[in-house]
Nanobody, 120 residues
Framework: QVQLVESGGGLVQPGGSLRLSCAAS????????MGWYRQAPGKTRVLVAG???????DYADSVKGRFTISRDNAKNTVYLQMNSLRPEDTAVYYC??????????????WGPGTQVTVAS
């Protein structure tokens, strides 16, 4: 019953922009930290940006100043605005939710991913 569904990926030229969306269902969205990760071919999955329940955002050094993460609790959706895209941003982008519990195991879910390709 839990679903995280990414959308908005595609092909874009260097210097262009894309906006990714992740729609969540089956979780109490406002009680989950949310994050965007990416995985390029032959590489490990890494954190791109995260946003806490309290709205505090953090970013990988490689995307600081170019990407912005935001959330809309009324829509159960987290976004990733990507500007000034570079070929090295090419990857499958994944959405992740984390419900943190004091004195208990954290519960997390992953979306299936959406492809972003930056090429001329």
């Amino acid at each position: 019953q839990v679903q995280l569904v990414e959308s908005g990926g595609g092909l874009v030229q260097p210097g262009g922009s894309l906006r990714l969306s992740c729609a969540a269902s089956g979780i109490i969205f406002s009680l989950n930290d949310m994050g965007w990760y990416r995985q390029a071919p032959g590489k490990t999955r890494v954190l791109v940006a995260g946003i806490s329940v309290g709205g505090v955002a953090d970013y990988a050094d490689s995307v600081k100043g170019r990407f912005t993460i935001s959330r809309d609790n009324a829509k159960n959706t987290v976004y990733l605005q990507m500007n000034s895209l570079r070929p090295e941003d090419t990857a499958v982008y994944y959405c992740k939710s984390v419900r943190r519990r004091v004195g208990a195991l954290a519960v997390y879910y992953w979306g299936p991913g959406t492809q972003v390709t930056v090429a001329s």
